[in-house]
C-alpha cells in the first residue's frame, strides 16, 4: 500500500516556489517595516504584482504600471504604452505601505520616465529648472528617532537639491540632501556630509537621531549631528526640499520613509537589497 503523506507535506509550484526555480522576492519592506515605501519595483513579497506608478503620455493618455511576482517593474506595458502615445511623465508614485500617494497634477511639474536609469531599469528624472516635484496627499507628524532612505543619482552638482524630504518648503523638517561638493547631506535643524560622485548611482540612508544621527551612502557610513528638528504635519516631497524649495535634478528610483531608527544590521541588508534590485552598483 503506497504511503499517504498529510496535506502539510504539500506544497504548490509556482513563480514564488525556490524548488521550482524561481526564489522568493525580498524587497526593503522584508528587511525593515516602512511607514512610507514608493519606487520602480515592489516594497516586498506581498506586495510584488500591484500597481507602482501611473504615468502620463505626451498625448494626455494615463495608466498605471505594476510590479512581475519577481518584484521588478513590468516594463512590457509601459514600453509599449510609451511607443503608442509617446514619452511619459509620472503622475503618481504609489505608496506600497498604505494610502499616501506622492503625486503631481501638473503636467509641466511631473518627473520624466526615464529608460535604462541604472541598468536596464527605468527610473523618474527630475529636473531642477523645471521644478519637478512629486508630494504626498496627506502629511506626516512624527518626533526623532526617525529615517529617510533613497536609491538616486544626482546629474548636477547644484546646491541643496532635495532627494525625499519631509518639510513645509522652508527646511523646518528633514531632508535627504545633495550639495555642491558634490555631497551628500543629512539635514534636520543642522546638517552633515559624506562625499559623493556625480552620475553615480548610490543607496542613501539617513538616520535622524540628534548628535547620534546615522548618514550612509552605499554602505560607507558616518556618524554626525543633523540636527533635532521634528516633523509637524508635512507632506512627503520626492524631488524638492518640501514644497516650492530647492528642486533637484536626480534620477530616483526609490525612496522611503521610517518613523524610527534602522538597526546597523538591516542598514547592511538594505544597502545590499537596493543595489541588487537595480542591477548591483
Partial sequence: MPLLLPPLFYQPRGALDPAAGGAAYTGPGDIVTFTWWGGFRAYNAATAGTKAIRVRAADAAQTDINTLADGSLDA???????????????????DKVGTNDCTQATAGNQPLVTANAQGTSYGMTFVRASSTILLSGTTI?????????????????????GVIAIDDGGFNG?????TTAPNFRLYSGLSFDQSMTTN??????GVFNGASSVSSLNGAESTGNAGTQSLTAYNIALGAFGPGNQFSS????EAGYIAGTISGGNRTSLNTNMRAAYGGF
Fill in 76 to 94: 512590457a506595458p509601459l514600453a509599449a504604452f510609451i511607443v503608442t502615445h509617446g514619452a511619459c511623465t509620472v503622475v503618481t508614485v504609489y
Fill in 141 to 161: 507628524t512624527q518626533s526623532q528617532p526617525y529615517s529617510l532612505v533613497a536609491t538616486a543619482k544626482q546629474t548636477d552638482a547644484a546646491s541643496d537639491q
Fill in 174 to 178: 528633514a531632508a535627504l540632501d545633495c
Fill in 200 to 205: 553615480t548611482m548610490y543607496a542613501m540612508m
Fill in 250 to 253: 536626480h534620477v530616483i528610483m
